[in-house]
């Protein structure tokens, strides 16, 4: 496997340009103010039960990305092997509508050389999470946006960004021959957003009912990042 130290070896100028993903995996991906809540009534006995569960979910599918940590990071290595030969190249061009393309190739590339690799367990937290809570409200919400998230399509620049890159290059950059649809890009990012609000909230409600501050957060932080901590950089997905 390629050393995972070469994660770290990206130029700051990389990481600036990765700063959508350096909070929900660099955490600042998503610092999206979460959205007004209705005042809870008391928590019922039952809507306690649900936290708990809720926690147990959120505990149990940490262990299973942990488990997983060794191959996400040989999959972020190989999106490092495809995107570094062109690096110099990309970060040497103005601003424009085809660098704006290039750059959401890269970083919905990277996004994903995260997620591929534990999608079977984000997909088991997604129908934990919905198991747990029924019927609370911002916990059911939550539950939602995760299972939202987990279904959205997942690009990969196969086989490698400046691969891409050079065939898209190789058109004289073609608006038909765009190697991504920037519409998909955006909704993508939009729905991450969503999730951190709603993941912000949940954080909020757990503590409230009853569930540790260290179990609950692990939301807010963009979970499953916080459960293959150390060893991503603070990336948080």
């Known amino acids: 496997m390629t050393s995972p130290t070469r994660l770290f070896e990206r130029p700051a100028s990389f990481m600036t340009r990765l700063s959508f993903v350096a909070p929900v995996v660099i955490a600042a991906l998503l610092a999206a103010a979460a959205p007004a809540e209705a005042a809870p009534r008391g928590p019922t006995a039952k809507h306690k039960a649900e936290a708990r569960a809720f926690g147990r979910a959120i505990k149990r599918s940490a262990r299973e990305f942990r488990n997983?940590?060794?191959?996400?990071?040989?999959?972020?290595?190989?999106?490092?092997?495809?995107?570094?030969?062109?690096?110099?190249?990309?970060?040497?061009?103005?601003?424009?509508?085809?660098?704006?393309?290039?750059?959401?190739?890269?970083?919905?590339?990277?996004?994903?050389?995260?997620?591929?690799?534990?999608?079977p367990q984000l997909e088991r937290f997604a129908a934990r999470?919905?198991?747990?809570?029924?019927?609370?409200?911002?916990?059911?919400?939550?539950?939602?946006?995760?299972?939202?998230?987990?279904?959205?399509?997942r690009y990969r620049a196969d086989p490698g960004v400046c691969v891409v890159y050079s065939r898209w290059k190789a058109t004289g950059f073609s608006p038909d021959a765009r190697p991504i649809d920037l519409a998909a890009y955006e909704a993508f990012e939009e729905t991450e957003i969503v999730l951190q609000g709603a993941s912000n909230s949940a954080n909020r409600r757990l503590r409230r009912l009853g569930v540790s501050a260290e179990t609950a957060r692990v939301l807010s932080r963009g979970f499953p990042n916080t459960a293959l901590e150390p060893g991503l950089g603070g990336i948080v997905f």
């Not at 190249?89 to 996004?111: I, K, M």
């Not at 999470?129 to 399509?153: D, F, G, H, K, M």
Request: proline share 8%; hydrophobic share 45%.
């Open 68 to 119: 997983r940590r060794g191959a996400v990071l040989a999959s972020l290595n190989r999106q490092i092997d495809g995107s570094a030969p062109c690096e110099r190249e990309l970060l040497s061009r103005p601003y424009d509508a085809t660098t704006e393309v290039v750059e959401a190739v890269e970083l919905f590339d990277f996004q994903n050389a995260i997620l591929t690799p534990v999608q």
């Open 129 to 153: 999470l919905r198991q747990a809570a029924p019927t609370e409200p911002v916990l059911r919400r939550a539950a939602a946006e995760w299972t939202r998230y987990v279904a959205l399509p």
